[in-house]
Nanobody, 127 residues
């Protein structure tokens, strides 16, 4: 089973940037579609971004389009979430997730497609 460890969270002022990283171990990273989800205060966990095995296809929730960018480096077993123009509404615990993908261009945006999750990293955006 793959293990995922997120890092890069922290406290930032509105308008600032953070880059989250998620490193995988124990599996074949290039065989996974990867996703980022978040759980804000008093909210359910929700989809943020996804990337296909090859990195050729990505998908974002509307609220982060144009501000967040998901990328991956299969040689480093890592997926990243670059977050720019952060808003207080982005405050949440951010989780990365891995799901088996049989096609290199597959991505998933529902959490039931993912079988492995990281422990999460806190992002707090102050106004």
């Amino acid at each position: 089973q793959v293990q995922l460890i997120e890092s890069g969270g922290g406290l930032v002022q509105a308008g600032g940037s953070l880059r989250l990283s998620c490193v995988a171990s124990g599996g074949i990273f290039s065989s996974y579609a990867m996703g980022w989800f978040r759980r804000g205060p008093g909210k359910e966990r929700g989809f943020v971004a996804a990337i296909s095995r090859s990195g050729s296809r990505t998908k974002y929730v509307d609220s982060v389009k144009g501000r967040f960018t998901v990328s991956r480096d299969n040689a480093k077993n890592a997926v990243y979430l670059q977050m720019n123009s952060l808003e207080p509404e982005d405050t949440a615990v951010y989780y990365c997730a891995a799901g088996d993908a049989y096609r290199v261009d597959t991505y998933y945006y529902t959490d039931d497609e993912y079988h492995s999750w990281g422990q999460g990293t806190q992002v707090t955006v102050s106004s």
